[in-house]
Every structure is written in structure tokens, then in C-alpha cells.
């Protein structure tokens, strides 16, 4: 059985945490984006079928491609920022799950029902997506996850080569800079939001 988190890990990963607009002129190595997806990869997606397919966006061309397809304020943030990750979906994720999940037939349960198919994907896509914040952040790195950009040119530009594969989300990465974050909005306390029945 798992103990609890330290505060300063809880801090560090939700109480303390900020989404940044901008990030301090330092590097993140290949090696950090491996580390990330090494972690994103044990989140629970259903049936193990681990839709998201994400393109590191690092090199200046690809940053530049990238940030003439979203809004003006964020195709800026794309620029400065040492890498975006484009999170995306493949639609035929059903595929790999004679690999992915070996415990049940379960292919069929998607190949021939595509609304689910679809839904399935973009819900465990975005699920990976929030494993792939938190575990930047867990890594000491920080996130500015972002639309406003057109799903379908980022599709025909980076995922020509992945028929099935859809943009879900971007997000930037890398060291925060403070002055770029806004004041904290409000969060709500547990009676808000929450019923217990």
C-alpha cells in the first residue's frame, strides 16, 4: 500500500503549480521528453489502449510551422518556448490492442463501433495528456496547455503521415518563468462542486 505524498510533492505537482505563458532561457533534453513519456505511459487509459500520440515539437522550423497555424498570442508562446507537445488521437487505436490488451478479444469492440471508437480516443488521449502535465511537473518542468490553434492544419501538417492520428491539444514546455503567469483564479472548495450520495 502507497503512503501519501509529502506536502512539498503535493505543492509541486497541484497546490503550487502554474500553467506558463513564457519560460526561462534554459534547454530540455531529449532525454526529459523520454523520461516524460516513460511515466505517461503507466496512467490508465481503458483496456490499455493508449491512444495519445504526441510530436515534440523542438526544432525552430517546426516551431515556426506550428505557430502560424494557431492564434496569434499563442503562436508566440510556441516560438519562445523550448518545446510544444502536440497531443494527439489515433482513431484506430483499436489495433494495437491485441498487444496492449491480451486479456479479451477486445478489438472488436471498437472496429466495429467508431462513435465509441471516436470517444474512446479522445477521452484516454486527453487523460494521457493531463498524466503527460503532471509528470512534467513531477520532472521539475512546467506546462502552458493550449487550443487555439486549427486542429485540421496541425493535422495535415504534422500528422500527413498518420491518416488516422487527430490533434487534441498543444501544450509548451520547459522551465517557467514567474513573471508570466497571471494571479491564481479562484478554486472552489469541495461543496461547490462536489455531492456525496
Not at 466495429?112 to 471508437?117: F, G, I, R, V
Not at 480516443?121 to 521539475?140: H, K
Not at 490553434?149 to 509548451?172: G, H, K, L, M, Y
Amino acid at each position: 500500500m502507497s503512503e501519501p505524498l509529502s506536502n512539498e510533492a503535493l505543492d509541486q505537482l497541484f497546490r503550487t503549480a502554474r500553467t506558463y505563458n513564457g519560460y526561462v532561457d534554459k534547454p530540455v533534453s531529449e532525454a526529459q521528453l523520454h523520461a516524460i513519456w516513460d511515466l505517461v505511459k503507466y496512467g490508465p487509459t481503458s483496456a490499455n489502449s493508449l491512444p495519445a500520440r504526441i510530436v515534440w515539437v523542438t526544432s525552430d522550423e517546426a516551431k515556426e510551422k506550428l505557430a502560424a497555424l494557431a492564434l496569434p498570442a499563442n503562436g508566440d508562446k510556441i516560438r519562445q518556448a523550448p518545446v510544444t507537445a502536440i497531443v494527439g488521437m489515433d482513431l484506430e487505436f483499436y489495433e494495437n490492442l491485441p498487444e496492449l490488451f491480451p486479456h479479451a478479444d477486445a478489438k472488436p469492440w471498437f472496429n466495429t463501433n467508431p462513435e465509441l471508437a471516436h470517444a474512446t480516443a479522445f477521452r484516454n488521449s486527453s487523460l494521457q495528456g493531463a498524466y503527460f502535465i503532471l509528470a512534467a511537473r513531477a520532472l521539475g518542468l512546467d506546462t502552458g496547455p493550449m487550443s487555439g490553434f486549427s486542429n485540421e492544419a496541425v493535422d495535415a501538417a504534422f500528422f500527413a503521415d498518420q491518416p488516422t492520428v487527430r490533434s487534441n491539444f498543444i501544450s509548451t514546455l520547459g522551465y517557467g518563468d514567474p513573471a508570466t503567469i497571471f494571479d491564481r483564479s479562484p478554486r472552489p472548495g469541495f461543496d461547490r462542486f462536489n455531492r456525496i450520495v
